[in-house]
């Protein structure tokens, strides 16, 4: 089986997985304990202080995928794996002296943030210089998203063992080694796509008038075309939902589950495991599936998961709703990168992803400002159970609502 798959894989697809895997599983080690963390159990800090640090780093995401996501497309891979790679073996660095106060805490948070955001149009924007065939990549972005969701096991359960025997933000030092190791496969990477690369560069300067190169020009280009569109609102109107478990998650382990810190990585480690479940379910998916429809029952099912992840105080209630929301969200993301890709140019790919993830990740901070507030008024359990409604009703709605486009969409998309 494993040969079958590799032969229908472009060459230079592991070098891609393995650039993405050791950069993300340094992320996921540090983020969630290095982070929230730090500001939780070592310097018992507020809902306030959480929030701003999660809308720092999600603030600061956006900043950098919108950089990376220019770089890749104005001066191609090597540049941009260049500066993608320096900035996370320097923000995780940086990190070892910022565990003496919040306000480090917060600045390192926003500088890690650019740096993660940088490196993500490895997962979402890559795959399409190795290959411009539709099941290649649908292939190749399930491949990526199993790595990705290896790395969400193996990261928390890394960090949280790190954690345990050493101060919460030395899980950065390990991050910073995984970063620098990570030039080993990125140049194999490199020397795998300078075709492709060479050809992207012919595509920029053959294209001329307003499909440019700002990222206003982008914006158009997602907006002008009905999937994207579709895929934008959607995606926003549901983040806004997550946006809620950022800054109350941790608070939700300590006082709900009543756990240490180390659960914060075990249950992070069970939505990853089902997350590589997922994502090898998603390379079976028929062609004839990978439409939005299908995205958007797989969103609905996300917060189904949601809920019983959340609307209990027992731990094995939370664990199996952390399991099947992986699972869920390993089918989602492979998914929403090919129908990406399906509609997006490749000279403009990296921009439009960037304007996608930065509607993604601003909707997911605007509920950041409203979560210590209404955690008040009605506890964090009982926010978290409206949040996870708002990911379940807002993909079943337009459904309803936008029926006609859909079923127009999908026709085409199955062509």
Known sequence: MFAGIRASLPRGTFALAAVRFMLYLGVQASYFIGII???????????????????LFNLFIIAGNTAGGSLLDTRGPRAHTAVALGVAVVSSALFQAAGGSVAAVLAMSAAFGFATGVGYAYLSAYPAYLSDDAEQR????????????????????VGGIIATFLPSQRVFAFTAVLSALALVPAGALLRRIGAS????????GDSQGPEGSTLADSARTVFAAPSLALLFWVGVLAYAGYGAFDPLESLYYRDVLQVD?????????????????GALAAMRVPRRWVNVRTLMLLIAFEGAACVLYVGTSHVGC???????????FGMVTPLQHTLVQ??????????????????????GAVPLFAAPVLAHLFGVQGVLIGASCVVLLVPLIVMVARRSEISRLVTGESA
């Not at 649908?138 to 359960?157: E, F, L, Q, T």
């Not at 690369?197 to 920029?204: F, H, I, L, P, V």
């Not at 810190?261 to 479940?277: D, F, P, R, T």
Request: proline content about 2%; hydrophobic content about 50%; aromatic content about 4%.
């Open 261 to 277: 810190i180390s659960w914060m990585g075990w249950l992070s480690s069970a939505a990853g495991l089902g997350s590589v479940v």
């Open 197 to 204: 690369a060479r050809a992207g560069e012919r595509e920029r």
């Open 342 to 363: 399906m509609h997006a140019p490749l000279h403009l790919l990296g921009r439009v992803n960037s304007v996608m993830n930065a509607g993604f990740s601003g909707a």
């Open 138 to 157: 649908k292939r190749m972005n399930a491949i990526m998203s199993v790595v990705s969701n290896v790395a969400v096991v193996v990261g928390p359960a």
């Open 318 to 328: 939370a664990v199996a709703g952390q399991l099947l929301l992986g699972c869920a």
């Open 37 to 55: 963390g730090t500001l939780t159990y070592q310097l018992h800090a507020g809902t306030g202080d959480i929030a701003m640090a999660v809308g």
